[in-house]
């Protein structure tokens, strides 16, 4: 079992990384005092899978639960979900003293922690991610979210959870897909600062395609620490500091959007979205060839798309000038200069990022 | 003019109170650099009234603006309202730096700044209160908020304004009941904490209701300051001392869920939730029969109920257990020890409740 402390002051809090440790659940809410009455949002499959552990650990130390389910589908992320999970909590509430469980992938973490923010002004939350992506990614950092039909993410706050319990042995449950879909994300660490965590990814994909738990222990707790490393130095994103962690992103999510967020899912949207960012990186002289190769090699080892397909150029690009990621309407990019060496560079011309999209389709 | 500070480290923000001060919006704006593009929430009488010297002021200093405008009730503090708000906001903010504007009363300024706070994660906004109730109290410090069928304010946030404007002649086009509605919460900071201010309502009723210039601004920078040193010192109601702001709120708010928001403005069902307080600090021993009396003597001058009609005792109690100010299925209120004393009391009977509500009715 391994530990990353995120600092953030009164707000602190810790991601606790290890095989089996749902089970713990229970003694940890209790030692964090932070409720009586779990209400725990998930998906039906989820639920089936881990729904009596949870249930257990929590009964063991006198927390009640109840689960709350929603669609498996980036469609969950909505306004309309959010404001009917939302009604369904105050119901359940009535003279409680309750706290939320985000059991689930990215989806599930951003939903769930955007109803904590909110309801009663914000009550706490767990994460409890059970995808490679959000154990090293989503559920870290406090973004919580919902779409709106014109963008992904465009309702949100930040607002910090109390605690990530990221149990390795749950991504066992994963099928081959989206076990690649987290380590596109892995990958982008890998790039914006960690050149071992990517020679590692590219020396031992077999293993951790095979959850091999040490090495799945090792990848999530190295991606945690760099992501808590760079939230407790940033949490808002007001110094420029955490939008590192938006490479492969904003043409990402464009891709995302485009495809009505089906052709692809996140992390091969984000893999895609790191490959544009490596077009551009290229058009404006900022990346070496061999580095390029590198980490096309390795997205395509991963089993990760190298090709967007089935969308049109005209699409990508509209869905892009959508983005929140627009500050006073001017774009902004991560850029590559070389692995662990990223640059952030706005107001890119029309014409390189269409070319550096339209050499992916 | 007057100008209160309200101090939160980096979130700190001006209230300006003064008498045709909208016509500096825009210098305000420019001078706090929030953004290019203003999204202006209102209601169509308001906006009728008050467009003009907005947008003018605005352009003047090469700030867009757009109106959007929702029902005059307390149906539009909905999740659902929300929702509507958001996407045509995010239909308008393509490509745009876009900061929003709370124009009106309580509940324009509690779902503008709730949209404000959950659009991209938080956009700055500016509030400009136009009723007296607004302007001494639901504008100041942060509280946003929405309602659900449950109950009010149940999902929300705390997310400061960038700039509070309080021009007290827009409070001419209030009529008499809504100003009377506002003199419930200035007699509330009164009996809270400032005996004096509670003498000069006392005097100076008429000349208040007939919106002297100067003891409206008077009354609204003295219940400002008061407001603006509780939340600098508990933001987020933590340490119990913002929650002497709710003197008045707790009964107050189950009055008006349970008569569906319509037999009594929220004042008014401020005003009867503070006669509820002292029957409750009665039955404890906690105020003197003098000061009861003071009490409902001012309420009733002011123009005030000091009778629950049209509504079933039971209804109320209903009500009072879905509030959200239950902790861990515990009840709180405000109690009056002597007008500028309080004290904050848990845990307190249903039959003493019961009996404060229903000697009321």
């Not at 939350?125 to 059970?130: A, L, N, R």
């Amino acid at each position: 079992m391994r530990k990353v402390r995120l600092n953030l002051g009164k707000r602190s809090y810790d991601i606790i990384i290890g095989s089996g440790i749902i089970a713990k659940l229970g003694g940890y809410v209790r030692r964090l005092d932070i409720g009586t009455d779990a209400y725990v949002i998930s998906n039906p499959l989820i639920k089936s899978k881990f729904a009596k552990k949870i249930t257990e650990s929590l009964a063991k130390h006198g927390i009640r639960s109840k689960f709350k389910t929603v669609a498996d589908s980036e469609k969950s992320k909505s306004v309309e979900t959010a404001a009917g999970v939302l009604k369904d909590l105050a119901a359940y509430d009535l003279r409680k003293r309750v706290f939320v469980v985000a059991l689930g992938g990215g989806v599930i973490g951003d939903l769930a922690g955007f109803v904590a923010s909110v309801y009663k002004r914000g009550i706490p939350y767990i994460q409890i991610p059970t995808t490679l992506l959000a154990q090293v990614d989503s559920a870290i950092g406090g973004k919580t979210a919902v779409d709106l039909s014109t963008g992904k993410n465009l309702i949100g706050a930040f607002y910090q959870p109390r605690l990530v319990i990221s149990d390795v042995s749950l991504l066992k449950s994963l099928n081959a897909r989206q076990l690649r879909a987290g380590l596109a994300e892995v990958i982008k660490y890998g790039i914006i600062e960690d050149p071992e965590l990517l020679s590692y990814v590219e020396r031992n994909l077999l293993a951790i395609m095979k959850r091999g738990i040490a090495d799945l222990e090792y990848i999530v707790s190295r991606c945690s620490k760099i992501k808590a490393g760079i939230v407790s130095r940033d949490e808002r994103e007001e110094l420029g500091l955490r939008t590192v962690l938006n490479l492969g992103h904003t043409a990402g999510h464009a891709i995302e959007t485009a495809s009505g967020y089906r052709l692809f899912n996140h992390g091969e949207a984000v893999a895609l979205g790191i490959l544009v960012a490596c077009g551009i990186s290229r058009r404006l002289g900022l990346i070496a060839d061999g580095t390029e190769r590198r980490i096309e090699s390795v997205i395509k080892e991963a089993g990760l798309p190298i090709r967007i397909k089935g969308i049109g150029l005209q699409k990508i690009i509209d869905a892009h000038y959508r983005d929140k990621k627009f500050l006073g309407g001017k774009n902004r990019f991560v850029l590559i200069k070389g692995v662990g060496k990223t640059q952030i560079v706005g107001n890119i011309s029309l014409k390189i990022i269409r070319d550096s999209i339209k050499e992916r389709i």
